[in-house]
């Protein structure tokens, strides 16, 4: 696999599992790989085509799981509100559905919100941890300005597309729009490619909302690498520093310049980073 490939070219067949009623889609990149495998966990609104080249970089070490969080993608939409709970042990259930005891976990935005529940829950399952663009929750995290949470409550009424640019614009930083104007209309078209409902966004809302692990992560025993771009003002820059203070065997891998989806902007910093911090630990 190359650098190159998204996980829409390599179309991995996506598979499902069930936990408590609740059909659950996930797809494995690689499953004969050598390494220890990687659960790889999406944020708000996200389907697993988000990863885009991400996955296929990191699964040319080892079998990647990627997969489309309760109410969204191909999984079902139940009733809201969510819980990070659930949500952890949603994928908990998918790392059983592929037979995996123990992974690496990955996750961005509210998937490192799971993820450090995950962690938190059963600790055992969890080798070593990758938290990109997330925060602890609870009272200590630093929220993003008004401005940007205003543009997350579009006004009813408005043109889909419209409210679609708006939304995935606060991701990017205003000099990376500039200068790849092709690649963020290109962006906006793959978002009505893929299911993203508006009552599962709702839902997942709601557990991010409820979300705080601000004073149970100080336990987590895992190496934990945290990625963060310098410029992200969805969630700023100064949660991955708290984080940081907080799990005792965390390390910092600042992405100077990038907004929140930074491996879209990094220039291939981020899987650098990730591939070496994955690689001593089988």
Same mark, same amino acid.
């Given at each position: 696999?190359?650098?190159?490939?998204?996980?829409?070219?390599?179309?991995?067949?996506?598979?499902?599992?069930?936990?408590?009623?609740?059909?659950?889609?996930?797809?494995?990149?690689?499953?004969?790989?050598?390494?220890?495998?990687?659960?790889?966990?999406?944020?708000?609104?996200?389907?697993?085509?988000?990863?885009?080249?991400?996955?296929?970089?990191?699964?040319?070490?080892?079998?990647?799981?990627?997969?489309?969080?309760?109410?969204?993608?191909?999984?079902?939409?139940?009733?809201?509100?969510?819980?990070?709970?659930?949500?952890?042990?949603?994928?908990?259930?998918?790392?059983?559905?592929?037979?995996?005891?123990?992974?690496?976990?990955? %996750?961005?935005?509210?998937?490192?919100?799971?993820?450090?529940?995950?962690?938190?829950?059963?600790?055992?399952?969890?080798?070593?941890?990758?938290?990109?663009?997330?925060?602890?929750?609870?009272?200590?995290?630093?929220?993003?300005?008004?401005?940007?949470?205003?543009? *997350?409550?579009?006004?009813?009424?408005?043109?889909?597309? @419209?409210?679609?640019?708006? *939304?995935?614009?606060?991701?990017?930083?205003?000099?990376?729009?500039? @200068?790849?104007?092709?690649?963020?209309?290109?962006?906006?078209? @793959?978002?009505?490619?893929?299911?993203?409902?508006?009552?599962?966004?709702?839902?997942? *809302?709601?557990?991010?909302?409820?979300?705080?692990? @601000?004073?149970?992560?100080?336990?987590?025993?895992?190496?934990?690498?945290?990625?963060?771009?310098?410029?992200?003002?969805?969630?700023?820059?100064?949660?991955?520093?708290?984080?940081?203070?907080?799990?005792?065997?965390?390390?910092?891998?600042?992405?100077? %310049?990038?907004?929140?989806?930074?491996?879209?902007?990094?220039?291939?910093?981020?899987?650098?980073?990730?591939?070496?911090?994955?690689?001593?630990?089988?």
């Amino acid at each position: 696999m190359s650098n190159t490939q998204t996980v829409a070219d390599l179309a991995p067949a996506t598979r499902y599992a069930q936990r408590d009623g609740v059909r659950l889609a996930w797809a494995a990149l690689n499953e004969q790989g050598r390494g220890l495998p990687l659960v790889m966990v999406m944020g708000l609104g996200g389907v697993k085509e988000d990863w885009r080249h991400l996955a296929p970089a990191l699964a040319q070490d080892r079998p990647v799981l990627i997969q489309d969080n309760r109410g969204m993608g191909e999984s079902d939409v139940p009733e809201g509100p969510y819980d990070m709970e659930m949500l952890a042990r949603d994928v908990y259930a998918l790392m059983d559905a592929a037979g995996w005891q123990r992974a690496h976990l990955m %996750g961005i935005s509210m998937g490192g919100m799971i993820a450090q529940t995950m962690a938190v829950l059963e600790p055992g399952r969890c080798e070593r941890l990758v938290l990109g663009c997330t925060s602890h929750g609870g009272r200590g995290q630093v929220p993003a300005s008004r401005e940007v949470l205003a543009k *997350l409550d579009p006004q009813p009424g408005r043109d889909a597309e @419209e409210v679609v640019r708006d *939304l995935l614009r606060v991701n990017y930083t205003e000099q990376w729009l500039r @200068e790849n104007p092709d690649r963020f209309e290109s962006l906006v078209v @793959e978002r009505f490619r893929y299911t993203r409902r508006v009552r599962g966004i709702e839902a997942q *809302l709601a557990a991010i909302r409820g979300f705080d692990v @601000e004073h149970r992560i100080g336990d987590l025993p895992h190496e934990t690498l945290v990625l963060h771009g310098t410029d992200d003002i969805l969630i700023p820059f100064a949660n991955a520093r708290l984080i940081l203070q907080k799990i005792p065997r965390a390390r910092l891998h600042p992405l100077p %310049g990038c907004g929140h989806l930074f491996w879209d902007m990094d220039g291939g910093a981020s899987i650098t980073a990730i591939r070496e911090f994955l690689e001593d630990a089988g």
